[in-house]
């Protein structure tokens, strides 16, 4: 089955300890992306990688890394994780033609509280 | 600076009849929108999409139209069915960036 696995769905921690959220896809995607879900401001994207070793930042990256070591896996750093990005964190991928992308497949989500 | 706008938090509609859920964006460079709908505790699932060239797209209940020139983006589902009660977003790409709207959640009555 296609889809996109993060993992954990649940984290739970305290202030400066640093954490990685995992995300794999089997649909063999080139582009892989993280967003963030907060009340009233929608999905806002964090990091993307249009393939193996190319990443660029989206909108709110400040607090945030990626890596894109393999094509499958796209895994979130949180170095020093501070209240303020308690959000539910999305991963997803797509299909990427030399015309654009095309939809995106979105991962389970990460409900994420830093205490 | 929002680019994709959804400016109803929340629409009620009885069953059967439409739905019309709405979204502005003001880049012009986009070429590319969708829809997405999510239920609680899972991922946002793809639901139609258009390209810049066209103007309607059609899938079984649902329908979007896009209006270029007011930059304004619309979902109709018909008729409206109380799973259809969701969170639906809009969202548009440039190429290799999508931008997402705040989402707009759909209460169907049964």
């Known amino acids: 089955e296609a889809q996109v696995t993060q993992n954990p769905r649940y984290l739970i921690t305290v202030t400066g300890k640093k954490l990685t959220v995992t995300c794999s896809q089997n649909m063999n995607h080139e582009y892989m992306s993280w967003y963030r879900q907060d009340p009233g401001l929608g999905l806002r994207q964090i990091y993307y990688?249009?393939?193996?070793?190319v990443t660029d930042k989206g909108d709110v990256p400040e607090g945030y890394k990626v890596s894109r070591k393999e094509k499958r896996n796209f895994p979130l750093i949180l170095e020093s994780p501070s209240p303020n990005q308690t959000s539910l964190y999305f991963c997803a991928s797509s299909l990427f033609w030399g015309g654009g992308l095309e939809k995106l497949f979105f991962g389970s989500g990460t409900q994420l509280s830093v205490l | 600076d929002q680019q994709v706008k959804q400016n109803s938090p929340s629409l009620s509609v009885q069953e059967g009849r439409i739905s019309i859920l709405n979204c502005d964006y003001t880049n012009s460079m986009f070429d590319y929108f969708l829809w997405y709908k999510k239920y609680p505790a899972e991922g946002p699932t793809f639901l139609i999409s258009i390209s810049s060239i066209k103007d309607k797209n059609e899938d079984g209940r649902f329908t979007v139209f896009l209006n270029k020139s007011a930059k304004h983006l619309s979902l109709h589902i018909v008729p409206s069915q109380p799973g259809d009660s969701a969170v639906y977003f809009c969202?548009?790409?440039?190429?290799?960036?999508?931008?997402f709207g705040t989402g707009t959640s759909l209460t169907v009555i049964p």
């Open positions: 969202a548009a790409s440039t190429g290799n960036q999508f931008y």
């Open positions: 990688s249009m393939n193996v070793e």
